[in-house]
């Protein structure tokens, strides 16, 4: 079954960084668009950052653009999510999603376009 596995979330104060990862068990990613998303109690699945099979398109919510970085390492079968200078509003659940084609869709980062996700990596910022 192809399901992500996400990890690296934790506790940082306002201001600081983590970096998150995405990979999967038994198949390889290189060939699919990846997608994070977040989600916090009651709200929708949101697209933080997404890319296609090369990591040439990198799309990015208005609300992490400049602070939140989307990498892949095809080597290690690995997608990042470098995130700096985090805010209390970056708080929340954080997915990683396989996209259906090696492009993200023409409707872009949202939630319809991506699947297998994994239990998500918590993330919590305190001001």
């Known amino acids: 079954q192809l399901q992500t596995v996400e990890s690296g979330g934790g506790l940082v104060q306002s201001g600081g960084s983590l970096r998150l990862s995405c990979t999967t068990s038994?198949?390889?990613?290189?060939?699919?668009?990846i997608g994070w998303f977040r989600q916090t109690p009651g709200k929708e699945r949101e697209g933080v950052a997404c890319?296609?099979?090369?990591?040439?398109?990198?799309l990015y919510a208005d609300s992490v653009k400049g602070r939140f970085t989307i990498s892949r390492d095809h080597s290690r079968n690995l997608i990042y999510l470098q995130m700096n200078n985090l805010k209390s509003e970056d708080t929340a659940i954080y997915y990683c999603g396989i996209g259906l084609s090696y492009n993200v869709g023409p409707a872009g980062c949202v939630r319809d376009g991506f699947r297998g996700w994994g239990q998500g990596t918590q993330v919590a910022v305190s001001s």
């Open positions: 038994g198949y390889f990613l290189d060939a699919y668009a």
């Open positions: 890319t296609d099979h090369l990591g040439d398109v990198r």
